[in-house]
């Protein structure tokens, strides 16, 4: 198959993945960054883990939406995640669920 092919399929498969983060932001409190994953959630708790030697982090997320291409279904009830990484947890507030214009979609 063409290298063409496998890009646009890419490209619509990242189209349709913003457009329901479009449609469903709105149904969530909280977006939560990860090293790995971006994840809406209706409730989130983060607790830094102490080792002898390092520490790591601990989040718990339940009524959550799964940034994530390749997933079959993206809501999922509960998420545990643990990472050394860096975490970013921000509370929506009701004028962040109004899409900019400049990021619409044809008048979508």
Known sequence: MDDDVFEDYDRELELALFRE???VVSQF???IETERRFYLA???NVVRRDTEH???FEITMSDV???DIYRADRFVKAVRVLT???VN???LSRRDFELPQELSLDGE
């Open 29 to 31: 409190q909280y977006v």
């Open 54 to 56: 390092d520490f790591y």
């Open 89 to 91: 947890v921000e509370e």
């Open 42 to 44: 209706n409730d989130v």
């Open 84 to 86: 050394f990484k860096d």
């Open 21 to 23: 983060y479009r449609d």
């Open 65 to 67: 939406w799964v940034w």
